[in-house]
């Protein structure tokens, strides 16, 4: 007969727990990798050659994707960290969220505003693959503030650019497919989105099931404090970007969201499968907070626009139409004009008619 004080089958002793939570803890990080590669994959997809060769000609979505996801928002996770006088782990989390790229929900909400969509398109592509060398860069330099503690000492730039190299098979892979089968590129871009939702919910869940019911009290309300104002800022910061370059409303309304919205899906990988545990703790929560609000906001941003600015939209669309009839009409009487040389028009040709009848009379 079985003693006792034997732990129960299944793990129910200290052992078995410790067992349960490893396991828990790598199907999250199998999700997570799971997650960036079909995020990726939908982001490679997204991508035309013949867009990326127009970019290249006149690189206006690169340069603004340069100036917000590795200027603009890099140093504002800064400011906000010292302002907030975070610790490190916390810190190190806000800096690592700042300095990623442009997430795909932007070209969602781009769409959702009557935005810019080659624009977004490559303003997010052209930050991922800038990100390569950016973003370790931005984390290095952000960082020194916090040089004495352990963590920053033994911050893993190198598994962030092996993470970061990695994401380069699925967007070449979605860029073959977009160039070979666009009806299914279509298709797997969709999917990339709902993806996006759908891992973010099945993320809060697992994670408040791993570390439990008073996940949130471990997190400062400092940190959700920058969780709601970081992207909000950010698209402030983006709007007032491409309005220093006289860009167009609707181009304004792409880069303003395309600054404020971040790949969370990459900065939770980073966290997760790239920094010890022990020293991480609950911060890796940090990418899923800011996920939340920015998609809020984000939202908050397309009612304002459906309420309000769609009208506006409507007119300079109408208004934009008319000039491209007029300069077609004036094309086309151009074109008439040249292929009549050495006819008769149809008005020589009835003053010929009436001379005779002229002359009778």
């Known amino acids: 007969?079985?003693?006792?004080?034997?732990?129960?089958?299944?793990?129910?002793?200290?052992?078995?727990?410790?067992?349960?939570?490893?396991?828990?803890?790598?199907?999250?990080?199998?999700?997570?990798?799971?997650?960036?590669?079909?995020?990726?994959?939908g982001l490679g997809c997204a991508v035309e050659l013949g867009q990326l060769g127009q970019q290249?000609?006149?690189?206006?979505?690169?340069?603004?994707?340069?100036?917000?996801?590795?200027?603009?928002?890099?140093?504002?996770?800064?400011?906000?960290?010292?302002?907030?006088?975070?610790?490190?782990v916390a810190a190190v989390a806000v800096l690592l969220c700042g300095s990623c790229?442009?997430?795909?929900?932007?070209?969602?909400?781009?769409?959702?505003?009557?935005?810019?969509?080659?624009l977004s398109i490559i303003m997010t592509a052209s930050s991922t693959l800038l990100a390569l060398f950016l973003m370790p860069l931005c984390l290095w330099v952000y960082s020194r503030h916090w040089i004495n503690t352990t963590l920053v000492q033994l911050l893993p730039?190198?598994?962030?650019?092996?993470?970061?190299?990695?994401?380069?098979?699925?967007i070449g892979l979605g860029v073959l497919i977009r160039y070979k089968h666009p009806h299914v590129a279509d298709?797997?871009?969709?999917?990339?989105l709902w993806s996006l939702l759908v891992t973010l919910v099945i993320l809060f869940i697992l994670t408040g099931t791993m570390l439990g019911p008073d996940l949130m009290a471990h997190i400062p309300a400092s940190v959700y404090a920058i969780a709601v104002l970081m992207p909000l800022a950010g698209y402030?910061?983006?709007?007032?970007?491409?309005?220093?370059?006289?860009?167009?409303?609707?181009?304004?309304?792409?880069?303003?969201?395309e600054t404020g919205c971040q790949n969370v899906q990459l900065c939770t990988a980073i966290l997760?499968?790239?920094?010890?545990?022990?020293?991480?703790?609950?911060?890796?929560?940090?990418?899923?907070?800011?996920?939340?609000?920015?998609?809020?906001e984000a939202g908050l941003f397309v009612l304002a626009y459906k309420m309000y600015g769609r009208e506006s939209y409507?007119?300079?669309?109408?208004?934009?139409?008319?000039?491209?009839?007029?300069?077609?009409?004036?094309?086309?009487?151009?074109?008439?004009?040249?292929?009549?040389?050495?006819?008769?028009?149809t008005e020589e040709h009835s003053s010929v008619q009436m001379e005779p009848v002229q002359t009778t009379l």
Do not use: W
């Open 314 to 345: 409507k007119q300079d669309t109408l208004g934009e139409e008319d000039d491209t009839d007029i300069s077609y009409k004036k094309l086309k009487e151009e074109e008439v004009a040249d292929t009549s040389y050495g006819t008769v028009t």
């Open 1 to 41: 007969m079985a003693s006792s004080g034997e732990p129960p089958a299944g793990g129910g002793g200290p052992d078995g727990g410790r067992l349960g939570e490893s396991s828990l803890s790598r199907g999250l990080s199998v999700l997570v990798g799971l997650a960036l590669c079909v995020t990726m994959l």
């Open 187 to 192: 298709l797997l871009v969709k999917v990339s």
């Open 272 to 296: 997760k499968l790239t920094f010890p545990p022990q020293l991480i703790g609950s911060m890796y929560m940090f990418p899923l907070l800011y996920a939340l609000f920015q998609s809020a």
């Open 157 to 170: 730039l190198g598994a962030v650019s092996l993470t970061l190299g990695s994401t380069l098979l699925p």
């Open 56 to 88: 290249l000609r006149r690189p206006v979505g690169v340069l603004l994707a340069l100036l917000g996801q590795f200027i603009a928002m890099p140093l504002l996770a800064f400011l906000l960290a010292l302002l907030f006088a975070l610790d490190e």
């Open 236 to 257: 402030a910061l983006g709007y007032g970007l491409a309005t220093v370059f006289a860009l167009p409303p609707h181009c304004r309304r792409t880069v303003s969201l």
């Open 101 to 118: 790229p442009g997430g795909n929900l932007s070209n969602l909400m781009s769409l959702l505003v009557d935005g810019d969509m080659n």
